[in-house]
């Protein structure tokens, strides 16, 4: 797999966890709130977009910001007594594993390719 696959699939999952957050989050008080409505998921839009720049601009860093995505997600899905409503977290975790997952695949990659042959 080349390196600019990787790095597309990893910008895809990165913009299905801003699509996650258009999906229910949590319920409050007998109401169903999406994502974007919690204060955990307006961070992880701005983590999101973020990621997708570092992506663009080619920072190695970009694995970060999706694992820090992946890290508030998974704990915002774990600790949610409705899972099965809860179905945002649960995407936006998948995708955001996802992403970290093809980032550090590249970044060892390219650390690979630039190391000096035998």
């Known amino acids: ?53 570092m992506i663009r601009l080619g920072s190695r860093l970009s694995w970060f910001a999706a694992g820090f995505s992946a890290a508030v997600l998974w704990r915002q899905w774990l600790e949610s007594d409705e899972t099965l409503r809860s179905l945002g977290p649960l995407v936006g975790a998948l995708a955001a594993t996802t992403a970290v997952v093809f980032l550090v695949w590249n970044m060892f990659a390219e650390v690979r390719a630039s190391a000096p042959g035998d």
């Open 1 to 53: 797999m080349t390196a600019a696959v990787r790095l597309r699939v990893a910008e895809v999952a990165a913009a299905v966890i801003i699509i996650s957050l258009l999906l229910p989050w949590v319920v409050d008080d007998g109401r169903t709130l999406r994502g974007i409505q919690v204060g955990e998921g307006q961070l992880i839009l701005l983590i999101a977009m973020a990621t997708i720049v």
